[in-house]
């Protein structure tokens, strides 16, 4: 569950398609809650199968806090347990390691795991770190942050080369000391939307505006549901998720039954195409701007022919208004975001000429399996 563990699930299952003998060393499942699922409770270590991937699980002390202490020692504890997977590693008697980050003290792990087992390290960055971090409030400039900073760049530096989902975060690679800088993006498989597709959701005369992913700080839901009266603007807006404002929202929409907002809890990765088939359009907010970050939202919407709303700034809403696959407004502009939504309504036929420009963009440019495919052969020239 979530964007990042569906992302590399998606990758080393390719990667396994293509060929390749895929190992996952990973921590104990804990996301979105902070807590340790009830089946690995008590225990340092797992090993299992999943999708005929060997999945090798490690204890950490898992937090979901805003907090910056809770935090770090949470990514410190799988830091530091991920590296009793060194034995494993040999065995395997890896080529690549590829490493994850953020966490970022994990790629400092992956650094001397790769050094251990003679394998070529690659650090993959889904989020720059500690700048993120830093703009989410989660940590201030001081010696903390500065230290992290210092690690940031060391990684980069002794990657054989890194990977970035979006280009400012590859922008900021090279910039940083990265050998080789390589794009490699979220994107979507389409093949796992056509069959929910549907060209034009007949809903009667209700609008159906979803949003699926996690109720956090960054993405404001419960602010917005605040704001906006979606009944009144002609929407049924359904939410999917969980995550640290999920309390908030569920006691808000106890007092306020009549704002037009359905709240379903979780949802698993394979219910996403058949919730995303049923919707007029998604909404994808934003509230503060994280350097280098896009929603993967933005791709499964594309490959559900589902335009998009998206309220935040950054590289999310230009690839939005490059593909002509939604509309854009400033975050947390509600008056704005309210207008869009008219629009929408008022005007079906564009909506249509969008619904064929998302799937246009996720199978010619956004296709995560043709992707994949580039990034084994580019694996494949350090053989």
């Known amino acids: 569950m979530g964007a990042p563990q569906n992302r590399l699930h998606e990758m080393v299952t390719g990667l396994r398609d293509n060929g390749c003998d895929i190992s996952v060393v990973t921590a104990m499942p804990n996301y979105p809650n902070g807590e340790i699922f009830k089946d690995y409770r008590g225990k340092f270590s797992v090993t299992e199968k999943v999708d005929k991937i060997e999945v090798k699980r490690y204890w950490l002390y898992p937090s979901n806090s805003k907090r910056a202490i809770p935090r770090i ?17 040999r065995r395997k008697k890896i080529d690549f390691l590829i490493v994850e980050s953020p966490p970022l003290l994990l790629a400092l792990s992956g650094y001397l795991l790769a050094k251990l087992t003679g394998s070529v390290l690659i650090t993959n960055v889904s989020d720059v770190w500690p700048l993120s971090a830093k703009e989410m409030g989660a940590i201030s400039d001081g010696f903390i942050y500065r230290s992290l900073e210092r690690i940031e760049h060391f990684i980069y530096k002794k990657s054989a080369f890194c ?8 922008s900021h690679l090279r910039k940083n000391g990265s050998k080789e800088a390589y794009l490699f993006r979220n994107g979507v498989d389409p093949a796992r939307f056509k069959k929910q597709r549907v060209i034009n959701p007949s809903n009667g005369d209700r609008f159906i505006l979803v949003y699926a992913g996690l109720l956090g700080f960054a993405q404001g839901i419960y602010e917005l549901c605040k704001a906006i009266n979606f009944r009144e603007l002609g929407v049924e ?29 979780t949802v698993t990765r394979e219910d996403i195409p058949s919730i995303l088939s049923k919707a007029n359009a998604t909404l994808i907010p934003l509230v503060k701007s994280i350097y280098g970050a896009v929603p993967s939202k933005i791709y499964e919407s594309m490959a559900a022919g589902v335009p998009i709303l998206f309220s935040g700034d950054g590289e999310g809403p230009r690839i939005i208004l490059e593909n002509n696959v939604g509309w854009v407004s400033p975050p947390a502009d ?32 956004f296709n995560r399996p043709r992707q994949i495919k580039a990034l084994f052969l580019y694996l494949e020239s350090f053989e």
């Open 73 to 89: 020692l949470s990514m410190l504890s799988f830091a530091l347990s991920s590296l009793c997977s060194l034995a494993y590693l």
């Open 163 to 170: 990977m970035g989902q979006s280009e400012e975060i590859v």
């Open 334 to 365: 509600y008056a704005s975001l309210s207008e869009n939504i008219k629009y929408l309504v008022q005007h079906p036929e564009e909506v249509e000429i969008k619904r064929k420009m998302c799937r246009e963009a996720a199978e010619n440019k």
């Open 237 to 265: 807006f359904h939410i999917y998720g969980a995550g640290g404002e999920q309390q908030a929202l569920t006691h808000f929409l106890e007092e306020h039954p009549d704002r037009g907002i359905i709240f379903h809890g």
